[in-house]
């Protein structure tokens, strides 16, 4: 009969067009980076998290006896899944304070926000601190 492998193969190579076409069309409409409402936003929520922390002074408490790892876990468990952080904390002289890193996640690559925080010690002599908070989404 007929040879039919040559039409096959032009019907194959035009879905295959068609499926490049449609993948490239798909990843236009979709920005590659996060939009300024959706960076607010993570900044009112890093900001939330460390008031939260800071109810009772049990935040300042916890940079007080440098207790690194109970406040990464605690901004784990108060900060949504999918936000990577890094927490930095300085004293009243702008000197870094933890000498080991408080982040779950590295930021580089991702467009981060930074939220500042002032808390003190509520002792006898009050301490000031800055806390340093970068976010970013890594979904």
Same mark, same amino acid.
């Given at each position: 009969m007929f040879d039919r492998k040559g039409q096959i193969r032009i019907i194959e190579a035009f879905l295959a067009v068609g499926v490049i076409f449609s993948a490239l069309l798909i990843s236009f409409t979709f920005p590659a980076s996060p939009d300024l409402a959706k960076q607010k936003s993570l900044a009112q929520v890093g900001m939330q998290a460390l008031m939260k922390l800071d109810t009772n002074g049990t935040l300042a408490n916890?940079?007080?006896?440098?207790?690194?790892?109970?406040?990464?876990?605690?901004?784990?468990? $108060?900060? /949504? @899944?999918?936000?990577?952080?890094? =927490?930095?904390?300085?004293?009243?002289?702008? *000197?870094?304070?933890? $000498?080991? /890193? @408080?982040?779950?996640?590295?930021? =580089?690559g991702h467009e981060s926000?930074?939220? *500042?925080?002032?808390?003190?010690?509520?002792?006898?002599?009050?301490q000031l601190f800055l806390l340093r908070l970068q976010l970013a989404w890594t979904t």
């Open positions: 916890l940079v007080e006896g440098q207790d690194w790892t109970a406040i990464k876990e605690s901004l784990d468990i $108060l900060l /949504p @899944i999918g936000v990577a952080f890094n =927490l930095t904390v300085y004293d009243e002289n702008r *000197q870094q304070v933890n $000498l080991q /890193p @408080i982040r779950n996640s590295n930021l =580089l926000v930074s939220v *500042q925080y002032i808390c003190a010690t509520r002792n006898q002599v009050v």
